[in-house]
């Protein structure tokens, strides 16, 4: 066989990869610049740096696979601002206090809180978080109600007990798989406070793993196809509104004071009239329920797990906690715990500060862009997604001092690092709520 025929045999061979890759780039390319093309014509300011990946997919694939290592490469080659495609939206990864800032204080006006595909086709119609102007200022009039000082005041029986037992098991344990722990406590706390549940261990099993099946739901592609994880999440969410509609037909035939003081029960009690029939009011009261339970599960566990990991590094920071509580009487079997008690432990608050500035359950939140407008001389278009990151925004702040340390002492009044412009907004509005406004978006 001669070269030329070997040659020739070979391109006959590769003619079909070639034209295959050839024909993706160019489809890719369109896909490009037909995102591209979405922009805002009336600003003359350049979109940031990036690509949009895959028709239809966009980058999603790379992010689902990456995890955090997605964005920490992409960091490395943008900066602080890149675009990118994620969850079926042309979207813009921001970090920096600056860039924050300018994002939370232009609430309702450059940006608005909106979920993606996938968490708003999971989560209920009527809740807090999809409603929007008038309606939403009601909705969260009413919510607030199951969250101010006295309620919180009466959710604290419903939860002692339970969070004693659990410590007491997991000493007794040669081992203890610390996060799923926390997530079987975490459902079992949030089911008894929002929605008055009482557990069995077998409830617990079933409700951690909706629960599961959902939070994965959450961060899946909004794809409703068999054995697809959305599908699952779909699936179990039906099951946990079910169990929710049971309980709030079991509280219909109890008075307020013969029922659990949960969630439930005071959303129950509100006015709601102002949405409908009294179908439709229960209707209401379960999507939020459902949402809330949903929206603390990740997040909760995630602060709690990291609690954990943070204090066996740091024993003398136990000590520490130790001493303020017995101080306090908290320790004290005999002496009931109250809200006030807790809130006036400065060193235990500033504990737990360190550890949402070291591991933010929510690591990053989405907006979505209601007015075009600029960061660092580049376009942020209308339409498009803002998903910024607290996470890294943390990380890389130079607000701290010694940040990789943990160091709780940081916020006392003598230093008070929290404090400093950028700072306070970024760590206690977006992470220390993010237990009722945020998804458990972890990566």
């Not at 160019?26 to 093309?37: D, Q």
């Not at 136990?318 to 002496?335: F, G, Q, T, W």
């Not at 929510?362 to 209308?382: A, C, E, H, M, Y």
């Not at 916020?411 to 950028?422: Q, V």
């Amino acid at each position: 066989m001669t070269m030329m025929s070997i040659l020739s045999a070979l391109l006959d061979t590769c003619k079909p990869l070639v034209l295959t890759s050839l024909l993706l780039w160019l489809v890719t390319r369109l896909w490009h610049e037909y995102i591209i093309a979405t922009k805002d014509p009336s600003c003359s300011a350049p979109l940031p740096p990036g690509s949009m990946g895959l028709p239809f997919f966009g980058e999603t694939l790379s992010f689902l696979a990456k995890g955090s290592q997605y964005y920490e490469d992409k960091f490395k080659i943008y900066g602080r601002l890149f675009m990118t495609h994620l969850l079926g939206a042309p979207t813009i990864r921001v970090r920096g206090s600056d860039h924050l800032h300018k994002i939370l204080h232009g609430e309702d006006d450059i940006v608005s809180f909106e979920y993606p595909k996938a968490i708003t086709g999971i989560l209920g119609k009527n809740t807090l978080v999809q409603a929007r102007g008038q309606h939403h200022v009601i909705l969260r009039k009413r919510v607030a109600t199951a969250f101010t000082h006295s309620a919180l005041e009466g959710y604290l029986p419903l939860i002692t007990e339970p969070i004693k037992d659990a410590i007491e098991h997991w000493c007794n344990q040669p081992r203890t798989i610390t996060y799923r722990s926390m997530q079987e406590l975490v459902c079992k706390l949030n089911g008894s406070i929002l929605c008055g549940f009482h557990y069995s261990d077998t409830d617990v099993a079933e409700i951690t793993e909706l629960l599961f099946q959902i939070d994965n739901g959450i961060l899946a592609l909004p794809i409703d196809l068999p054995n697809t994880a959305y599908r699952k999440a779909m699936q179990a969410g039906k099951k946990l509104r079910e169990k929710i509609a049971d309980r709030i037909r079991m509280k219909e035939n109890l008075s307020t004071q013969e029922d659990d003081q949960d969630v439930l029960r005071v959303l129950m009690d509100a006015d709601l009239s102002h949405f409908g029939s009294k179908g439709e009011s229960h209707e209401i009261v379960s999507d939020n329920a459902f949402d809330l339970l949903i929206l603390g599960f990740g997040t909760l566990s995630s602060a709690c797990t990291s609690a954990v990991l943070q204090l066996a590094r740091h024993p003398h920071v136990v000590e520490k906690i130790k001493e303020e509580l017995e101080a306090a009487r908290i320790l004290d079997p005999h002496v009931p715990i109250i809200h006030k008690s807790l809130t006036d432990c400065k060193y235990v608050n500033n504990v737990v500060k360190e550890i949402l500035r070291n591991n933010p359950p929510v690591p990053s939140s989405f907006r979505k862009v209601v007015k075009t407008f600029i960061l660092d001389g580049l376009q942020i278009p209308k339409g498009w997604t803002v998903l910024y990151s607290i996470r890294d925004t943390l990380k890389f702040s130079e607000h701290y001092k010694n940040k990789d340390i943990f160091d709780p002492d940081r916020y006392s009044p003598e230093r008070r690092e929290d404090k400093k412009e950028g700072v306070t907004t970024i760590l206690y509005l977006e992470v220390g709520n993010a237990h009722v406004q945020e998804n458990s978006w972890r990566p």
